[in-house]
T-cell receptor, first 113, second 112 residues
Framework: GGIITQTPKFLIGQEGQKLTLKCQQN?????MYWYRQDSGKGLRLIYY???????QKGDLSEGYDASREKKSSFSLTVTSAQKNEMAVFLC????????????FGSGTRLLVI | GEQVEQRPPHLSVREGDSAFITCTYT??????FFWYKQEPGASLQLLMK?????EINEGQGFTVLLNKKDKRLSLNLTAAHPGDSAAYFC???????????FGKGTHLHVLP
């Protein structure tokens, strides 16, 4: 079976810092996604990518950059961390573009001090 | 685009009781739906995927109902047990975009 791995699991950053989160999958899935999960707000799509080197903005892309260097990896950069920010970032992958169920990573928990 | 509303945000039930969670969506052309479960500190796991052609889908200890007329998707956990305590998310494919729209989640607490 495949696996989707997010690193790091926990990330503590300082205000204004640029922070990078990484995601790797070995399902050979075409599409990868980054979601932000805040308490009471569900999952909000930040960026997604339907193939290598493709990037599509989601509903929450401002303040973030993303990079799909190769099919198996998708990274997300918080361009300037906001003080007291606390959220979970979830990476997911799927075979197709919205027609298949997603497989989620275990998340990166971000705290900005 | 598609809008999904999930209710209730929090739900407490006694062990053995049913737990009922509902999502309403706006796009009448939506045809593919999901329920995910997220245990504390863990990632989302797929419970069930539902095609619009089937209105009642049964899983292990739960039933998913799809009412296309009312644009409502429901999850009914029958005889809930403490292991069912988790956050549950519905999701609907936005037919106009290559993405899935999630509900805001329901935090279920099953009391022993």
């Amino acid at each position: 079976g495949g696996i989707i791995t997010q690193t790091p699991k926990f990330l503590i950053g300082q205000e204004g810092q640029k922070l990078t989160l990484k995601c790797q999958q070995n399902f050979n899935h075409d599409t990868m996604y980054w979601y932000r999960q805040d308490s009471g707000k569900g999952l909000r799509l930040i960026y997604y990518s339907i193939t290598e080197n493709d990037l599509q903005k989601g509903d929450l892309s401002e303040g973030y950059d993303a990079s799909r260097e190769k099919k198996s990896s998708f990274s997300l950069t918080v361009t300037s961390a906001q003080k007291n920010e606390m959220a979970v970032f979830l990476c997911a992958s799927s075979m197709g573009t919205g027609r298949s169920d997603y497989t989620f990573g275990s998340g990166t928990r971000l705290l900005v001090i | 685009g598609e809008q999904v509303e999930q209710r209730p945000p929090h739900l407490s039930v006694r062990e053995g009781d049913s737990a009922f969670i509902t999502c309403t969506y706006t796009d009448p052309n939506s045809y593919y739906f999901f329920w995910y479960k997220q245990e504390p500190g863990a990632s989302l796991q797929l419970l069930m995927k539902v095609f619009s052609s089937t209105e009642i889908n049964e899983g292990q200890g739960f039933t998913v109902l799809l009412n296309k007329k009312d644009k409502r998707l429901s999850l009914n956990l029958t005889a809930a047990h403490p292991g069912d305590s988790a956050a549950y998310f519905c999701a609907v494919i936005d037919t106009n975009a290559y993405k899935v729209i999630f509900g805001k989640g329901t935090h279920l607490h099953v009391l022993p």
